[in-house]
């Protein structure tokens, strides 16, 4: 039974330096890394902690923000920045006097940062120059602008380890040096030292480059697109491990890694998707079939049963964007269980045959006032994931269960979305909750075990309602119900309340805010569950309040969005942190809703929405190994398209069109 320690936290902001808190004002994070070394180069120009600072970890380890292997306990990360002595004055980056953004050095991202030390102009490089070793680099440019020569020194440092550098810049010239920072072997401490020669970025170069390739037109989109492709590898560890909010929880997630593996193989990163599937299926699925979520296994009535249909769908995805069907054969065992799970008679509602228990999509449980009943979501990705698996089987040759499969999605999907009684909508469109007698679970009260801290609204002496609730939107995304259907229309008119709740400045909350046992506040992802949706419906104006807003909140310097924007109670519940389900949901919103392009059992299907005012779109992705060129002059909704290609036409109409998975490069222009 999940008890409500588990949502507790001990690690307390207010101690140590200010480094060690996340939500410094203003500040971003650019996270760096290649599987064995993460870097994330923090940014704060508003006069909180250190302005520009270097935090590495060992990718392999969670923890909080304090726990960086770069971190001083008592002076944070104020070692790490550079000291430049000119003219006897020492300068060192301040608040209001850097410039950080993404660039490219060589073909592979890299952050810039650009201060001034006196009469010198200083720009920091930082980069992850390959794929095999545990290693940083920080190229420093020094510039004399004057005309007469400059003596300086260079002094940085980690805790109370210092390296510097002296030499002399002459008029108009500028010397550039570069840094190397290593993890040791036992990845508990940081060497680093001047670097001897140039350092080259061939491997990291063709990662990057093997990578899709993708400009819609429209310049705050494609800059998330861009930010989400550089972070998203390097947040992952060389074995496949990931927080579920980095520095936040120190946990992982079967969903959030599963939405993680399918943005990876549309970006065309098989080698990392392959790695996070064989991992997610060996370790954490058991030969029953039941998930881990939190790190935890749970009990029927606890367990979180859309992660099974989120899981089957991954390893599906990652099949067709990769051509890798084999990997049905390979854990067959694996994919059995996890599709009969959720079919188990614990799980069954008798009058309706739908999946009941007492989770809620977005962990909330018994202590926070859930009753047994009915979640939306489940039904939702039960209803994917089997219909998933019933594809896998077709690739493993099991004919009997892909039928059994089929035929149990249909039933399943067909209940929730058309019981005269126990059907998840009603006039608002999408509803989240039923009871087993069919009464919708309206409101939650928690109980006095939960043990929630004043001014968590969840604890005030008021009604705690369940809808609105931002999963509503996933039956629209995922094409389980007509886009442009009246019950499509109705729950994102009803989501809207979720808008600007008790904050101001934009953004939805994941759902309404009187039942929020933690803070109040948006969320990006939970956001972009809308946006996706909008798309998919042809409500742009939701899509760009969305990512306006997006591109307003901090962290959008550097695309690290926060899981939400609100007031944080740490402690007892843990800092804010940066979460790579966004950068998921924004390459899929990219490549899924706008480019239109998704993979299924029969070819490739490419439906383009582009955003209004946008275009021409570009994208060179990765398809099977090989590369598909897309070059659409139009995609606006519900306008006649032409498509020509010299791919092997299977159907089209005039908004979409079905090719063959190409053998050889291959293009489609859409006019």
């Avoid at 550079?82 to 952050?111: C, F, M, T």
Wanted: one cysteine or more; aromatic letters at 8%; proline letters at 7%.
């Amino acid at each position: 039974m999940i008890e409500a320690q588990e949502h507790f936290y001990s690690d307390d902001p207010s101690v140590g330096p200010s480094d060690v808190r996340t939500t410094l004002k203003g500040a971003s994070y650019f996270f760096l890394g290649n599987g064995l070394i993460q870097a994330a180069v923090q940014f704060a120009p508003a006069g909180e902690g250190t302005p520009l600072g270097l935090l590495i970890l060992d990718p392999e380890v969670l923890g909080p923000k304090r726990a960086a292997l770069t971190m001083d306990p008592e002076r944070g990360l104020d070692p790490t920045a550079i000291e430049v002595s000119a003219g006897g004055k020492i300068h060192k980056p301040l608040a209001g006097n850097v410039r950080a953004a993404w660039d490219e050095r060589d073909g592979v991202p890299a952050v810039r940062a650009e201060w001034s030390a006196g009469a010198m102009e200083i720009t920091e490089c930082f980069f992850c120059p390959d794929r095999e070793s545990p290693v940083i680099v920080r190229e420093i440019t020094l510039r004399n602008p004057g005309s007469k020569p400059i003596a300086f020194s260079v002094r940085t440092g980690i805790g109370r380890a210092v390296v510097e550098r002296s030499a002399s810049a002459a008029p108009a010239k500028s010397e550039t040096w570069a840094l190397i920072y290593a993890l040791d072997a036992g990845r508990r401490s940081v060497a680093f030292e001047w670097a001897v020669r140039s350092v080259g970025t061939e491997s990291a170069a063709a990662f990057s480059g093997s990578l899709a390739s993708i400009a819609t037109g429209d310049l705050l989109l494609d800059r998330f697109f861009k930010v989400s492709k550089f972070q998203l590898p390097a947040a992952l560890s060389k074995s496949g491990r990931l927080d579920g909010s980095i520095w936040q929880y120190n946990r992982e997630w079967v969903r959030d890694q599963s939405v993680i593996v399918e943005a990876l193989a549309a970006l065309g990163a098989r080698d990392l998707a392959r790695t996070m599937i064989e991992r997610l299926a060996g370790r954490f699925v058991t030969d029953e079939g039941d998930t881990i979520d939190s790190s935890e296994r749970r009990g029927p009535a606890e367990i979180e049963l859309d992660q099974n249909g989120y899981l089957l769908r991954a390893i599906l995805r990652y099949a067709l964007w990769t051509g890798d069907e084999d990997i049905a054969r390979r854990l067959w065992p694996r994919i059995t269980a996890i599709a009969e799970f959720p079919l188990r008679d614990v799980f069954r509602h008798g009058p309706s045959g739908l999946l009941m228990n007492r989770r809620e999509y977005w962990e909330r449980h018994r202590i926070h006032g859930i009753e047994t009943g009915m979640e939306l979501a489940h039904q939702v990705m039960v209803t994917v994931g089997l219909d998933a698996a019933a594809a896998l089987a077709r690739m493993a040759g099991q004919p009997a269960l892909a039928v059994r499969w089929t035929v149990e999605s249909a039933r399943l999907h067909k209940a929730w979305l058309e019981d005269r009684v126990f059907r998840m909508a009603d006039n608002r469109g999408f509803i989240k909750r039923r009871g087993p007698a069919g009464p919708v679970q309206e409101t939650i009260t928690a109980a006095p075990e939960a043990g929630l801290p004043d001014g968590v609204p969840l604890r005030a002496n008021s009604p705690h309602y369940l809808n609105p609730d931002t999963s509503a939107a996933l039956p629209i995304l995922f094409g389980l119900v007509p886009a442009d259907s009246p019950l499509a229309a109705l729950t994102l008119s009803s989501l809207d309340a979720l808008w600007n709740q008790a904050w101001t400045g934009g953004g939805y909350g994941r759902y309404h805010f009187t039942s929020e046992p933690d803070s109040a506040g948006p969320w990006p992802f939970a956001s972009l569950f809308v946006a996706r949706a909008a798309v998919e419906s042809g409500r742009f104006d939701l899509v760009r309040r969305i990512l306006d807003w997006m591109g307003s909140v901090p962290g959008a310097a550097a695309g690290s969005w926060f899981e939400f924007y609100g007031r944080r109670l740490s402690p007892p519940f843990p800092q804010v942190g940066v979460i790579p389900w966004t950068w998921a949901e924004i390459i899929h919103l990219t490549v899924e809703n706008v480019l239109g392009v998704r993979p299924t059992e029969k070819g490739l299907f490419i439906r383009p929405r582009l955003l209004p005012g946008s275009g021409p779109a570009r994208a060179d992705l990765s398809v099977r190994g090989v590369r598909l060129r897309l070059d659409i002059a139009s995609g606006a909704f519900g306008r006649t398209l032409e498509f020509k290609t010299d791919a092997v036409v299977l159907k089209r109409d005039e908004r979409s069109i079905l090719i063959a998975y190409p053998r050889s490069a291959a293009a489609v222009r859409v006019r």
